[in-house]
């Protein structure tokens, strides 16, 4: 099964500032099959990204995703007070459809 | 729009048995695979398996086997998932979500919508 490690665990910024988070697979995932999920306290994850790049509908455009192979990366562009949540990777190319353990964006 | 209404919050001793259901709306339901996840107190998500609605077809992750079942009943849009000789680890809310894309395009696909999560709660 592949494996996606997140980082950083937990990343602190303020309102209006640039976030990066990364997401690395131990093998390559085949046709860029990846997804962001984020989830808020006491809500179920909402899809962000699909196929590494792709927003899904509803989604602001300051959230985008990108890379290829083992590395990818989700911005989020200039933060919003509502962007604060844990973020999921999650690898859809192979079964099981395996997920990242998370990175928390908190404010700082 | 595509919805997915799960049944509410369970309490269970160890060693008993949890059905939660997943009621589908806003979509061909056999159409879809679904899949369930569950999440522990403060933890990631863990992927548990799918059910293909339309065969009835299922796939569990190893760590559950023989003690998960998914089943469907395709008459009113439900899928059912049922964990059996609970411990108390197995305390976590369990999420059904919808793949994104459709079953002729074969297994897999990202998770959109999710159900809004069942707490199963395993205590003595």
């Known amino acids: 099964e592949i494996v996606l490690t997140q980082s950083p665990g937990t990343l602190s910024l303020s309102p209006g500032e640039r976030a990066t988070l990364s997401c690395r697979a131990s093998q390559s995932v085949s046709s860029s099959y990846l997804a962001w999920y984020q989830q808020k306290p006491g809500q179920a994850p909402r899809l962000l990204i699909n196929g590494a790049s792709s927003r899904a509908t509803g989604i602001p455009d300051r959230f985008s995703g990108s890379g290829s192979g083992t590395d990818f990366t989700l911005t989020i562009s200039r933060l919003e007070p509502e962007d604060f949540a844990v973020y999921y990777c999650?690898?859809?190319?192979?079964?099981?459809?395996?997920f990242g353990q998370g990175t928390k964006l908190e404010i700082k | 729009q595509v919805h997915l209404v799960q049944s509410g919050a369970e309490v269970k001793k160890p060693g008993a048995s949890v059905k939660v259901s997943c009621k589908a709306s806003g979509y061909t339901f056999t159409g879809y695979y679904m899949y369930w996840v569950r999440q522990a107190p403060g933890q990631g998500l863990e992927w548990m398996g799918w059910i293909n609605p339309n065969s009835g077809g299922t796939n569990y992750a190893q760590k559950f086997q023989g003690r998960v079942t998914m089943t469907r009943d395709t008459s009113i849009s439900a899928t059912y998932m049922e964990l059996n000789r609970l411990r108390s680890d197995d305390t976590a809310v369990y999420y059904c979500a919808k793949a994104g894309w459709t079953l002729v395009r074969g297994v897999g696909g990202w998770f959109d919508p999710w159900g809004q999560g069942t707490l199963v709660t395993v205590s003595s």
């Open positions: 999650q690898q859809y190319g192979s079964s099981p459809e395996t």
